[in-house]
């Protein structure tokens, strides 16, 4: 391993500041090389030491649709992915309620296609469960991220869905709402949605998954009831929650189209429990669900109007004013919105910086206070997320080594991969999982 480039600064990670020094990384293998107190004399750095700025792993978002093919109008891998990148993500996971939906071996290859032309930064991607049973084997061997199970696959896709579950240690992603949860038949509003969708639902489809049995690793995407929390962890799976679940409440964001998603934002005690389950530490991950739709469907009719909140520009850092206030640790910081997912992922060289890991390095100034002043690279410019105070600005994220992003504005390309395809490849064993 040779180091071209080096990036210097204060370097933390999951494990808290690790001092101040630089990376040194290696762009024609994607990975750090070394880290050490200075650069070589001489060698290409970009030296931000003194200034007080950090130097963190590449966030990881683990629930992203970045749709593409039919639904190019909403977002594509390249515009959301420009998005993700200027906010410091530096891996994305899709999810397949794609147009085609990617629940059959052509569909994921046309989608991992599309990701793999347009995405900027490391992708992967969920395959859905196929309505035909013996679909699932041809699947399962395409280069994906694992399965995401819906409320409908509970209903009516049983059969797949065991055969998904019996695969050893194939990542199984679940949308925790119970099939019969009322759809868009009664009043909308979010706290009519609520209502129809309560928390107990919620847990309900995390205890049926489980009834499946089963030796999959299951993670539960994304809790927005406390009750979710405790019963995902109580059968061992892992599980995480939105940035949305936790900032907004029914009573906050009452308008029936802005403030639509799936599931429904709740009231204040079951926010404040979810809070109380991140801050105590019993929360994996944080997740996006950035779901863009078209500012003509958000406008729309509240009984057809989709649900969902764009989020891939802001979310870490509207999180990462917690850290500022002192409320959240740096560190829980860094493991929430990196290392966490990078494990439930199965990447073990994703959120560390630590020679031999992935070479995604995001340079944070964590000083500025700052306003949210919209949307610049994704296509889903609707955001209730308009103006919120947001605190610390990436100044340089670099991906596979190649700065992708550079003081706020796009610096190229680089070289992207889907780690899951790798790890296939190296393993022979294919969904979720390096180790
Ligand atoms: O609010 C949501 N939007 N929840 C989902 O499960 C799907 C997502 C979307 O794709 O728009
Ligand atoms: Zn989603």
């Not at 880290?35 to 950090?54: C, E, F, N, Q, T």
């Not at 409320?151 to 992603?173: C, H, T, W």
Request: a neutral charge; one cysteine or more; hydrophobic letters at 40%.
């Amino acid at each position: 391993m040779e180091a071209e480039t080096w990036v210097c600064g204060l370097l933390a990670d999951y494990r808290g500041l690790i001092g101040e020094g630089c990376v040194g990384l290696d762009r024609e293998r994607g990975v750090i090389a070394a880290i050490s107190k200075s650069p070589p004399p001489g060698a290409r750095a970009m030296d931000y030491r003194s200034r007080g700025v950090l130097v963190i792993p590449g966030l990881v978002d683990l629930h992203v649709h970045l749709r593409g093919l039919g639904y190019s109008y909403k977002e594509t891998p390249r515009s959301g992915g420009w998005a993700a990148a200027s906010a410091g993500i530096t891996l994305v996971v899709d999810m397949p309620n794609t147009q085609p939906p990617s629940d059959e071996p052509g569909a994921v290859e046309a989608k991992l296609g599309e990701l793999a032309s347009q995405c900027p930064v490391d992708h992967g991607l969920y395959a859905g469960v196929p309505e035909r049973p013996e679909l699932v084997g041809g699947l399962a061997s395409t280069p994906v991220a694992g399965f995401k199970v819906y409320p409908r696959d509970l209903a009516s896709r049983r059969e797949a869905l065991q055969a998904i579950l019996s695969l050893r240690g194939m990542l199984v992603v679940l949308h925790p709402e119970a099939p019969w949860a009322r759809r868009g038949d009664l009043q909308e509003s979010p706290a009519s949605r609520e209502s129809h969708r309560p928390c107990w639902l919620e847990a309900h489809a995390v205890l049926d998954l489980a009834s499946l049995g089963g030796r999959a690793r299951i993670h539960v995407t994304h809790a927005s009831c406390p009750g979710t929390v405790e019963a995902s962890r109580a059968l061992g799976f892992t599980v995480d929650v939105t940035p949305h679940h936790l900032h907004w409440s029914l009573h906050t964001l009452g308008d029936p189209c802005l403030g639509k998603v799936n599931p429904p934002l709740r009231g204040h005690p079951d926010v404040w429990g979810l809070w109380r389950a991140l801050l105590e530490g019993r929360v994996d991950a944080l997740a996006s669900d950035h779901a863009p739709h078209a500012e003509r469907e958000k406008l729309g009719d509240p009984l057809a109007c989709p649900p969902g909140f764009p989020w891939l520009e802001l979310w870490p850092w509207l999180v990462f004013r917690l850290v500022r206030l002192g409320i959240l640790g740096l560190r829980e910081f860094l493991w929430l919105t990196s290392r966490g997912p990078a494990l439930v992922l199965g990447l073990r060289h994703y959120g560390t910086l630590e020679q031999g890991a992935r070479a995604n390095v995001v340079v944070l100034d964590p000083k500025p206070w700052r306003r949210f002043p919209g949307p610049r690279h994704s296509l889903a410019r609707l955001t209730p997320a308009l103006m919120e105070r947001l605190a610390g600005a990436p100044l340089a994220v670099l991906v596979g080594g190649d700065p992708v992003y550079v003081d706020g504005e796009l610096a190229g390309r680089g070289r992207p991969v889907n780690p899951f395809a790798s790890r296939a490849r190296a393993s022979g064993v294919r969904g979720g999982g390096d180790t």
